[in-house]
Structures are given as structure tokens and as C-alpha cells.
């Protein structure tokens, strides 16, 4: 039977990465077949289901019963897309042999969503069904509209806008073919690629290793989609180096789980999410890249500046450089990576093309590439590629499914409305600010172990409406919900980046996830500044751009400074920390409360870089002068390595 399971899952694999790839490139359609999206939707869905019950089986191997559970849920869901056409013309009403298949297609669809993705988001999905049911007894603004069941089943089940719809159709094209682009970096070696140039050019520099985890992870991440991925890919490189200069084991994870969650921040692919993001906001591509720009840098500023005032404190040296790879070298042996993504962006920014058969053509061109370059030549390699990119499909699809569901409630139930009503009165009684920590919160909560995309298409669908009717543009309400549902990653207690982090790197869990936090606290500030002046967002005048650049660097420097005086606490550093976190606040909302083209909120920012050159200067117990030693008391004073002494000991094992 192993076997049998086996070679099924195999073959869902390629179907869901094969097929998914002729669907995206309109291959029906150019072989005479016509097919709307919910009729090639219906199995695609259906295989996801079954491919999921014999990924994660109930018992030790997969047997018998997910065999059997994934064939009816591929005959549910085709059998929908068998009378999808049919059904829209047809007035005999919800007659048994319609709804009884959506039964048992939705509930296996959601079996398969618990045990792939996990429990957390399978309750939310089962709650907001059974609140489409229930809902009309509960008071005042919750209550539901009263549907027949078998209608709300119907609805669900074959409604274009529920589980066949929109979400599922951006999922199964646009976001499959950035994950056949990212999947043929990977296994064509591009993490190797990337790590070594941030090497060579990072390498020696003091801090090196964990510069290099930052440039790294945020070139891979962009493409990759997956936090934890990218954290696999390069954290088994940088993570030990890290520790071998001397970032202690937490810094270490803590800084390659921030790095390698921004990627998904960072134009210009974004992990996928900035091409949803034009989908659902009916924008063109580059208005969302150019929007992301100045957050994802700032983010990563944020983190290199940190980085640098550790390793300049603690006397951190890099890499001797006979240790390092040589630039030329790098981009001989691996030029060819960065070729399609050259391509891909002219393709996207310059000659408009969809983004779907901009990544695909990506795709196509570095798989040629790479063959020229003497990858891609065996099995191995073509077995990793397609049934990796169909394994990665799966938690996508199943999440799309759900959200469609969530999609279905909304709409059937008028839920989306009072949502939107409660949201509203929090704002107007509250303040737009309380509205904005809520959402952000619920966000995070929402967040929680779900992959990025999927992230996103819930948060877009359940909270960003409420936003907009508050008063913020679409974009920076769509970037403010999913920025707070990538920093879910990294926020206790279910960071799952830090925790992936701190495994590699044989560190507490809790102390890398609330350091992982602080590096990555500009992230939970930007956007909120956003929110209320959207220059942030390249939206403004000149000088109001330059002014909240000046602002937000000015509070980023802070930072670094509030990091120093926090890692080796004691009263009066402790103090200290509270004043500078105090002043980052208010430099850094000066757009917001002085004016975004105020001469005052330029010379705040004056006082904030004024500050910082002069905060390091001030000697407290267990905090260095600038120059100097970190002084504990009760600990001797450490001693910096030596490129030399570098040069000669064995890496530590980790």
C-alpha cells in the first residue's frame, strides 16, 4: 500500500506544478478548449485535497482511508466543475444532487486544511461557515442574514465569488508561477549564489556574517515566498559563521529570522504579494513596488544598523579574506542568475506584460541558462523541481480555498458589512489610532502560521475594506494589513521564523523571538506612519518625501542606540532606553503631529541625529564609552577576535 501512496502523491505533485503551469500559460485555450476558471479550478482544488490527506496521514504511513478521502474530494470538486455551465442555467433550484457532493467536497477540503496548514486557521474557516448558518440568531451588528442551508452550501461550493473564485484563481497562476520561478532558483543553486556574493562583498566587514545574512536573505527572500524557505537555505551557512565571529547563538537566529522575513516586504517581487496586491486594488505593478520601496529599505537599514552597533561594541571582526570567495568569481560561476530577474522586471515594468507570463517567461529563461550552464542535466534535479514546486502548492491551495470560503460568508451573510460597521465605531469613538492597533493585532493574530500569500488574501478580504471606509487610501491599507501579517513571523508566541532560527542555531526559542522583535521594530512603526501620511509611500510632495526620509532615519539611528543600552540591562540603562524609545516616537510620528513640510519636523529630526552621535558618549554600568569595552558588573571584560586569531581556529559547532 506505501507503495500505491507513494506513487500517488508523486503524481499529485506533478499534476498540481504541470498542469498548474499549461493552465497559467492558456494552453486549453490554445489547443480549442474552452474552460472558465472554476471548471479547471474544481479538480485542481480537489487534488490539492487529496494530495494533503497523504501528505500528513492519520497514522504513521498513509493508507486505505486518505487513498479513499482524496478520491471523493477530487470527484466532489469535479463533479462541481462538471456543471459549473450547466448550473448557471438552470432553474430547478438546489436540488440534492447538487448540494450533497458540496457536503462532503467542503468538509474534506477543510479536513485537508486543518491537517496540511493546521489547526488554527481550520477553526477560524469552520466558525465563519457555521456563522453563515447561525449567524440571524445572534443580536445586533452580528447578526447574519437567514439563508436556506442547502443555499449557503450551493454558494460555497460553486459560486464564483466563494471557494471557485478569485482568490483561488490568482493562486492557482499567478502565485504558482512565482513559485516555478523561485523553485528553479533554488534547486538550480541560486541560495548558493546569493550567499556568496553578500560574502564577497560583506564578508570581512566588521559584523560580516551577519551583514551577509542580511543582504543574502533579503535578495533570495524577495523571490522565494517562503520565510522559513529562505531561513533553511541561507541560515545554514550564515547562522554558523554568525556564532563563529561572535554573535551569541540567539543573536545569530534572531538576525537571519528578521532578514529572511523581510524579503516578503521587499520589492520587487514581494514573495508574490505585491502582483495580489495590483490584483486586488485593480492597480498597475509598479504602484505597488514603488509604494513598497521606502518601508523595505528603512527595514533593512533598521536591521544593518543594529547589526553594525553589536558587532562595533563587542569588537567583532569579519572574515579574513583568503576565507572569502572572490567577487569575479561568484558571478562567473553564477551570472546567470541574475539574468532573469533583469528580464523579469524590464517584462513587468517596461513592456506591461501579465505577471504570470512575466515570471514564467523569468522561468523559462533561467531554466535554458542553467542547462547551458550544466544544470538541470539529471533526475534528481527535474524530480526536486516538480514535485518540490508541487509540494509547495499545497498549503497555498488549501488556504485559498478557505479564504474563498471566508470570501463566500462575507458575501452570503453580510458579514463584510458589519465588520466593517464595528471597525468604523471603533474609529469613530476611539480614534483612527485605536482602529489601527486593533487591525494590527488582528492581523498578527490572523497571521499566525499561515504562509505570506495566503496571509495576505485573508487579511485583504476580511480587514482592509474596513480601513478604506476609515479614510486610508486602498494601498496603504492593503500594505498596513499585510506588513502586520508578515511580522506575525516574528511575533511571540507563534514566531515561527525565530523558532525555525533558533533551531539551527541551537538557541532558546523565547530569547530569539523577542530579540527577533526588537530588530524588527521599525516594521511595527512604518505603518502606522503611513497610515497617516502616505509620503512614506513615495504619495506626496517632494519635500514632504524628504521630510519623513529624514524622520525615519532619524528614529531608525535611535534605535540602535535603545538596542545597546537593552542588552545588558540594569536601572539606569534601562532608563535611558525609555527616554530614546520616547524621542524615537515622537521623531519619527513628527510628519503626523508637526506637518509632513514643517520646518519643526526637520529639526526634530536635527535632534534626533543630534542624539544619537551624542547618547553613546555617556558611561553607565554595563553600557561601553564610545571605543570601549562593554563593562558588566561581575563580568570580565571580553576580548575582540582577531582576523588573525580567526584565521587560524576551527569554526564552533553549533
Known amino acids: 500500500m506505501s507503495r500505491v501512496t507513494s506513487g500517488l502523491l508523486k503524481l499529485y505533485y506533478a499534476y498540481l506544478l504541470i498542469g498548474g503551469i499549461c493552465w497559467a500559460m492558456d494552453l486549453p485555450l490554445r489547443l480549442g478548449i474552452n474552460l472558465v476558471d472554476s471548471e479547471w479550478l474544481g479538480p485542481y482544488l480537489g487534488v490539492a485535497v487529496a494530495a494533503g490527506f497523504l501528505q500528513k496521514p492519520y497514522g504513521k504511513k498513509a493508507g486505505l482511508i486518505e487513498v479513499v478521502f482524496g478520491l471523493a474530494a477530487i470527484g466532489c ?130 559584523g560580516g556574517p551577519a551583514k551577509v545574512a542580511v543582504i543574502a536573505s533579503s535578495l533570495f527572500g524577495s523571490v522565494s515566498g517562503s520565510p522559513v524557505g529562505n531561513i533553511m537555505s541561507t541560515g545554514v551557512v550564515t547562522i554558523p559563521l554568525m556564532k563563529r565571529t561572535g554573535f551569541t547563538a540567539a543573536q545569530a537566529a534572531a538576525i537571519e529570522a528578521v532578514a529572511s522575513t523581510g524579503g516578503q516586504i521587499a520589492p520587487p517581487v514581494m514573495g508574490a504579494a505585491a502582483f ?30 543594529q547589526v553594525d552597533a553589536i558587532a562595533e561594541r563587542r569588537g567583532l571582526v569579519g572574515l579574513p579574506r583568503s576565507e572569502l570567495p572572490k567577487i569575479g568569481t ?6 546567470f542568475f541574475v539574468l532573469p530577474l533583469v528580464l523579469l522586471i524590464y517584462l513587468l515594468f517596461w513592456a506591461n506584460m501579465a505577471p504570470a507570463a512575466a515570471a514564467l517567461t523569468a522561468g523559462a529563461t533561467l531554466l535554458v541558462l542553467a542547462i547551458v550552464m550544466g544544470r538541470f542535466r539529471t533526475y534528481s534535479e527535474w524530480r526536486a523541481f516538480v514535485l518540490g514546486g508541487g509540494e509547495s502548492m499545497i498549503p497555498i491551495v488549501l488556504i485559498a480555498g478557505g479564504a474563498g470560503a471566508v470570501v463566500g460568508v ?15 465605531q471603533v474609529g469613530t469613538n476611539w480614534g483612527v489610532f485605536a482602529m489601527l492597533v486593533l487591525t494590527a493585532i488582528l492581523s498578527i493574530i490572523l497571521g499566525m502560521g499561515m504562509p505570506v500569500t495566503a496571509i495576505y488574501i485573508v487579511l485583504a478580504t476580511v480587514i482592509a475594506p474596513s480601513l478604506v471606509d476609515m479614510g486610508l487610501t486602498p494601498l496603504a491599507a492593503h500594505l498596513f494589513i499585510f506588513y502586520f501579517g508578515v511580522m506575525s513571523f516574528l511575533t511571540p508566541p507563534v514566531c515561527v521564523s525565530s523558532f525555525v532560527a533558533a533551531s539551527l542555531a541551537r538557541a532558546g526559542m523565547w530569547s530569539t523571538g523577542w530579540i527577533g522583535m526588537r530588530f524588527a521594530s521599525m516594521a511595527f512603526i512604518l505603518p502606522f506612519i503611513w497610515a497617516y501620511d502616505p509620503a512614506l509611500l513615495l504619495d506626496g510632495t517632494p519635500q ?31 532608563a535611558m532606553a525609555l527616554v530614546a524609545a520616547v524621542m524615537v516616537v515622537a521623531i519619527v510620528s513628527a510628519p503626523v503631529w508637526a506637518g509632513p513640510e514643517a520646518i519643526l519636523t526637520l529639526v526634530v529630526a536635527a535632534v534626533g541625529f543630534g542624539v544619537y552621535f551624542l547618547l553613546p558618549r555617556v558611561s553607565l554600568p554595563g553600557i561601553r564609552a564610545e571605543g570601549g569595552p562593554v563593562i558588566v558588573p561581575g563580568e570580565p571584560e571580553p576580548r575582540p577576535e582577531t582576523s588573525e586569531s580567526l584565521s587560524h581556529a576551527e569554526p564552533k559547532r553549533s
Open 410 to 424: 462575507m458575501n452570503v451573510s453580510g458579514l463584510g458589512q458589519s465588520l466593517s460597521f464595528i471597525v468604523m
Open 276 to 305: 495580489l496586491m495590483a490584483e486586488f486594488l485593480q492597480i498597475d505593478y509598479y504602484q505597488v513596488v514603488l509604494a513598497a520601496l521606502l518601508p523595505a529599505i528603512f527595514y533593512y537599514i533598521c536591521l544593518f544598523v
Open 544 to 574: 514632504a518625501i524628504v521630510t519623513v526620509v529624514a524622520t525615519t532615519l532619524a528614529a531608525i539611528l535611535l534605535i540602535s542606540r535603545v538596542s545597546r543600552l537593552l542588552e545588558h540591562p540594569n536601572p539606569a540603562s534601562i
Open 77 to 206: 470538486w469535479s463533479w462541481m466543475s462538471y456543471n459549473f455551465e450547466g448550473w448557471l442555467f438552470d432553474f430547478m433550484g438546489t436540488t440534492p444532487e447538487k448540494f450533497v457532493p458540496g457536503i462532503f467536497g467542503i468538509v474534506l477540503m477543510m479536513e485537508a486544511l486543518r491537517k496540511v496548514c493546521g489547526t488554527g486557521i481550520a477553526v477560524l474557516v469552520w466558525v465563519l461557515i457555521a456563522y453563515a448558518f447561525v449567524g440571524w440568531v445572534l443580536p445586533q451588528p452580528f447578526e447574519a442574514d437567514q439563508l436556506p442551508p442547502e443555499r449557503v452550501i450551493m454558494y460555497l461550493y460553486s459560486d464564483t465569488s466563494a471557494i471557485p473564485g478569485l482568490v483561488l484563481s490568482i493562486v492557482a497562476s499567478l502565485v504558482l508561477a512565482f513559485i516555478v520561478l523561485g523553485k528553479l532558483m533554488e534547486v538550480g543553486g541560486a541560495t548558493n549564489f546569493f550567499t556568496d556574493l553578500a560574502m564577497s562583498m560583506m564578508g570581512h566587514r566588521r
Open 330 to 335: 561568484v558571478f562567473k560561476r553564477g551570472w
